[in-house]
């Protein structure tokens, strides 16, 4: 197994060699925070589509595995991006008649994560330990909690699937996951 890695800011012509070169493609790049709302559509959509179209023009029509998110069923910018970027791989998977994996995450914890910007818990974390404040608008909100290390084992195992009966698999429903309010989410963060 070779890995080769590309950047979002690499030319095009890199982009187009690597994808030549590839049988699968993991597709995690994306924006999630961005100065402007345009930065959702050039850095969700148009990389998306610029991958699939890529790999639409090799021979081996790889299986790209793409990183979504549960906002994708919501009505925000970011949501409505990241449902478009799906709809490029869809696309590329039926004229290209490749697979495509979609894994939707959900709020994703652990290592890796940061505060103010990825993960409320590294958030409530970060601000609890160095006693600053932590905002909490309805207490009785539910997250869906993943492991950082189950999204991986998710990829993995994509990585690793042969199987092409069914081509467009959406993955993030299979991860283990917890369900957890805001108030008991910092209250166990506060106790230890």
């Not at 993991?26 to 709302?37: I, K, S, T, Y």
């Not at 505060?115 to 909100?141: G, L, M, Q, W």
């Not at 999204?151 to 369900?179: C, F």
Request: hydrophobic content about 40%.
């Amino acid at each position: 197994v070779r890995v080769l890695a590309a950047h979002w800011d690499d030319s095009e012509d890199i982009w187009k060699d690597l994808i030549a070169q590839a049988d699968k493609i993991v597709h995690l790049a994306g924006v999630n925070r961005p100065e402007d709302p345009e930065e959702f559509e050039q850095g969700n959509v148009v990389l998306t589509k610029k991958i699939c179209t890529f790999a639409a023009t090799t021979t081996r029509r790889p299986h790209i595995i793409m990183s979504s998110s549960i906002q994708a069923q919501l009505d925000n910018a970011y949501g409505a991006s990241k449902r478009r970027a799906e709809k490029e791989l869809e696309k590329y998977s039926v004229e290209a008649n490749a697979k495509v994996s979609i894994i939707r995450l959900k709020n994703v914890f652990g290592k890796w994560c940061r505060p103010d910007y990825n993960s409320v818990v590294a958030t409530f974390c970060h601000n609890i330990a160095c006693d600053k404040p932590i905002e909490i608008r309805d207490p009785a909100f539910e997250l869906e909690l993943v492991h950082v290390d189950d999204v991986v084992a998710t990829i993995l195992e994509e990585l690793k699937s042969t199987d092409l009966k069914e081509q467009i698999v959406e993955r993030g429903n299979k991860m283990p996951s917890a369900q957890i309010t805001l108030g008991e989410l910092a209250g166990r963060i506060q106790e230890f």
